[in-house]
């Protein structure tokens, strides 16, 4: 497959993008102070890290297969930690962790919405429309341990 060079640019800022998500999602499993919370950073930090490759593939000429993006969500039914009444600062800090990172996801998964239009390739189209779609599904996993622990 051979892409158009507005076509590479696009994926090549897809993916720059998808690091820094990689990155944010590292720190942010670095400061959590809840470890049921560092896991979940660290288990979407890595479905970012397998955006970041699999945006690679394409670069190299290649579209991988699409993994089912609503198994990776299913099951994750978040214990609570932090009671409602909690107001210490280790919860404050996780709450804002966790706020930021559904911010993050919301904008990614926008900017994937858009780009996806861009491609004339229909597996190109599908590969974006699954990234996009794990993107919502990070944001709901987190929306949902915020609902668990009292902070949405």
């Keep these: 497959m051979q892409l158009t060079e507005a ?4 994926i090549k800022d897809l993916q720059t993008q998808e690091k820094t998500c990689v990155e944010k999602y590292r720190f ?3 400061s959590a102070h809840d470890r049921q919370l560092k896991d979940l950073f660290h288990r979407i930090g890595d479905e970012e890290q397998e955006h970041f490759e699999s945006l690679g593939e394409v670069l190299k ?4 297969d699409v993994k089912a993006a609503q198994t990776r969500m299913e099951g994750y039914n978040p214990t ?3 009671s409602a009444g ?4 280790e919860k404050k800090h996780d709450q804002f962790l966790c706020t930021d990172s559904i911010a993050t996801e919301k904008l990614i998964s926008s900017t994937y919405n858009n780009d996806l239009f861009r491609f004339a390739a229909t597996n190109v189209r599908k590969l974006l429309n699954h990234i996009q779609t794990e993107e919502q599904n990070h944001a709901e996993m987190i929306y949902k341990y915020k609902t668990a622990n009292g902070m949405a």
């Design 7 to 10: 076509e590479t640019n696009v």
């Design 28 to 30: 942010y499993e670095a």
């Design 61 to 64: 000429g290649s579209v991988p």
């Design 80 to 82: 609570v930690t932090y």
């Design 86 to 89: 909690d107001n210490s600062e």
